[in-house]
């Protein structure tokens, strides 16, 4: 503001008050109001700078409706995000994937800065639906896009995982990078083998070089999608991880409520990139809602495996309740 002691007169005051209604009421451009009062136009730019650091004009921001910026901004407070994103849906459970699909894509559009290495978690129905209405751009989006948790499964759901990361670097002007594995193998041995292989080990080096990470938050229920791909845990694991007390799982590493890793029995069989490794990644946008997976986004969040969250406006008040 400016200081009390420039104490303008009321002549100044007229003057200011005439220019700021013309700019800001009337819509007058800078340039007819310097030839209306015969003055220069870098005058004009300083008296309606003044304007509002005397006070007079104030600026306010209005969201129209379905917009959430106040639970945006109060998520990244709370939680000490990057980013926010807060979707109007309607419906629960799998009803709220169309419009998160939709805002994550308008969201990578304008935030994907052209040399970025993109990590894609593979089995995310979310994630595939969001690649399906994202729009190919004009310019390069990224450089490589990378498998970040085992992309093999069963043939009648593999098609999902190779389409999700070869469309999205179609999309992006980027080299895909496939992980040649399933997520949970039969032994510890034969992941120590397969990760030596060359080609997986190509890929688990391009992990050290991810700039940014899409990610699915799950639940200890596996989705649908999980389930049929053959990657999903056991219900024998599912038991174990509930007494250690897991709430949800990013990129199949589990966590408790307050996002604390814990040792699944699974874990020594697991191909995916490790959580200091994904937690090393400058942004980590997370896409998941619904009532169902307060817990498992909530657990997120805490822990820092993400940085940067889509969600539906239910789950942003719950996590704001706690």
Same mark, same amino acid.
């Given at each position: 503001?400016? #200081? ?12 200011? +008050? ?14 007819? +109001? ?29 969201? &129209? ?47 994907? *800065? ?33 498998? +970040? ?5 069963? &043939? ?45 080990a190509d890929v688990?080096?391009?992990w050290s070089r991810l700039t940014l ?8 229920? &596996?989705? &649908? $999608? ?14 174990? $991880? *509930? ?6 799982? !990013? ?19 697991? +191909? ?21 997976? !307060?817990?498992?986004?909530?657990? #997120? ?13 239910? !789950? ?7």
């Amino acid at each position: 503001m400016v #200081a009390a002691a420039s104490t303008p007169t009321p002549d100044h005051m007229r003057l200011l +008050i005439k220019v700021a209604r013309m700019y800001h009421e009337r819509g007058v451009r800078q340039p007819e +109001i310097a030839a209306h009062l015969n003055m220069s136009q870098p005058r004009v730019s300083r008296l309606l700078k003044e304007a509002v650091d005397r006070g007079v004009v104030r600026t306010v921001v209005v969201s &129209p409706e379905g917009v959430h910026a106040e639970l945006e901004e109060a998520l990244v407070a709370r939680y000490g995000l990057r980013d926010a994103v807060v979707v109007e849906v309607e419906g629960s459970g799998a009803d709220v994937i169309p419009a998160l699909a939709a805002a994550t894509a308008t969201y990578l559009d304008a935030t994907l *800065k052209g040399e970025d290495v993109i990590g894609v978690s593979s089995w995310s129905a979310t994630l595939l639906e969001s690649v399906k209405v994202m729009r190919a751009r004009t310019s390069s989006g990224a450089r490589e896009v990378v498998q +970040i948790v085992g992309g093999s499964g069963s &043939p009648e759901v593999q098609l999902h995982a190779t389409r999700l990361t070869s469309r999205l670097a179609e999309l992006t002007g980027a080299r895909p990078v496939f992980a040649p594995s399933a997520a949970l193998v039969g032994s510890r041995e034969l992941r120590v083998l397969l990760s030596r292989e060359p080609a997986m080990a190509d890929v688990m080096r391009a992990w050290s070089r991810l700039t940014l990470a899409l990610l699915g938050i799950g639940s200890l229920d &596996p989705s &649908p $999608l999980l389930r049929r791909s053959g990657n999903a845990i056991t219900a024998e694991d599912q038991r174990a $991880l *509930k007494k250690l007390g897991a709430v949800g799982d !990013v990129c199949a590493r589990y966590f408790d409520a307050d996002g604390n890793s814990v040792d699944a029995p699974f874990n020594d069989r697991l +191909i995916g990139i490790e959580p200091d490794q994904l937690r090393a990644v400058e942004r980590r946008i997370a896409v998941a809602g619904g009532m169902d997976k !307060v817990a498992a986004i909530r657990g #997120a969040v805490r822990g820092r495996w993400i940085n940067i969250l889509v969600t539906d406006v239910d !789950v942003a008040r719950e996590l704001l309740n706690d």
